[in-house]
């Protein structure tokens, strides 16, 4: 059997990616100060989970803080880890929760909140010798939380909450669920004690003070998002993913383009690929749906979305050629209705072959 021999080194440079994200700091920071005032006496958190909802935590988390964020809610263990490189352990809240007693060993060795969920998790952290912790209620959504029959449990009484939160379910709806889930919750600050009470998220934000308590959490928002009308025109975007033209084609009329030939040229025209496919989060959805744009110029997605590949009409930009950067309509409102991903997911599905700037 012939010896194998292990792989030489790489030495040359590796060439730049041919997709990057660009992020606006500004922006970003700008926009969890305007949530931070539009929280009145309430402080605004920042829910940077799901690696900041896409953008990239060792990115966007330095501006936050410097902006003045200083509560930060992931929801694995995972991300608290990546989280603890740039603000202190104890300012981070896992609202997944303690699943086992190695978990609730590591939340207590690195000194960061767990998000207790269940009576389990209560009885799992006391056992594991407690300490401040955070406590979620369920007040109508049936996902994670205490349910608020169990608050008076004599294990809750024992526990040092930080916050005591809850979640709302349709915050981004004029829906009668908002003013329920209120309602129980205002009985639950009654019933547990804690220093802190935390129910709104970016769009619990925009439903006014009544909604605020001490401590909001906002997420997509921070990022561009707009859950809410009352939102719009004080949330910029932030990111600004682009593409590189890799090809150039000229086509003639009756040419077909793509996967199952759904576009076919009415005449001759110009057409560019771009290194960007649903690999990349730029899902088929778009296909003859989406836009890009080029020096001010916006220019239609036509054929079908391939894994690594999508082509755009050049037809109004002459001078665009291979090497050129073209960028996807990210304004997330828009993108949203012309998609029809929701803009959590426009941000959260990008992948790893954008280049995150430093």
């Known amino acids: 059997m012939p010896e194998t021999k292990p792989p030489l080194p790489l030495t040359a440079p590796l060439p730049p990616a041919a997709l990057r994200l660009r992020l606006d700091r500004g922006a970003l920071a700008g926009n969890w100060q305007a949530l931070d005032a539009l929280s009145g006496s309430a402080r605004a958190g920042a829910a940077i989970k799901a690696d900041c909802y896409g953008l990239g935590a060792a990115q966007a988390v330095p501006v936050l803080a410097d902006a003045g964020c200083r509560d930060w809610f992931v929801a694995h263990w995972q991300e608290a880890a990546v989280a603890a490189r740039f603000v202190p352990p104890a300012q981070i809240c896992v609202l997944h929760g303690p699943m086992n007693e190695a978990e609730a060993a590591y939340a207590r060795a690195i000194g960061v909140r767990p998000v207790l969920n269940s009576l389990d998790q209560v009885r799992r952290w006391l056992k594991a010798g407690g300490g401040i912790c955070d406590l979620m209620v369920d007040t109508g959504m049936n996902r994670l939380g205490l349910p608020v029959a169990d608050t008076g449990d004599p294990a809750v009484a024992a526990l040092d909450i930080e916050t005591c939160l809850s979640h709302l379910a349709s915050a981004d709806e004029d829906s009668a669920q908002n003013a329920g889930q209120l309602a129980r919750f205002r009985d639950v600050t009654a019933a547990v004690r804690a220093r802190r009470y935390s129910l709104a998220n970016s769009a619990g934000i925009a439903l006014g ?26 949330i910029q975007q932030v990111a600004y993913p682009e593409a590189s033209l890799i090809q150039v084609r000229t086509l003639q009329a009756g040419d077909s383009v793509g996967y199952n030939a759904t576009f076919t040229a009415p005449g001759p025209m110009r057409v560019g690929v771009i290194a960007v496919g649903y690999a990349d989060g730029y899902l088929r959805c778009w296909s003859g749906r989406g836009h890009v744009f080029w020096g001010g110029k916006r220019l239609p997605v036509v054929g079908r ?44 599905l990008m992948g790893r072959r954008f280049a995150r700037e430093q």
């Open 209 to 234: 003070g009544d909604y605020h308590f001490d401590l909001t959490r906002p997420g997509l928002a921070l990022y561009g998002g707009v859950p809410r009308g009352e939102l719009a025109g004080r």
């Open 305 to 348: 979305v391939s894994m690594d590949m999508t082509i755009v009409d050049l037809s109004d930009a002459p001078d665009c050629g291979e090497g050129d950067w073209l960028a996807l309509n990210y304004a997330l409102p828009e993108a949203a209705a012309a998609s029809g991903l929701s803009q959590y997911e426009l941000l959260t």
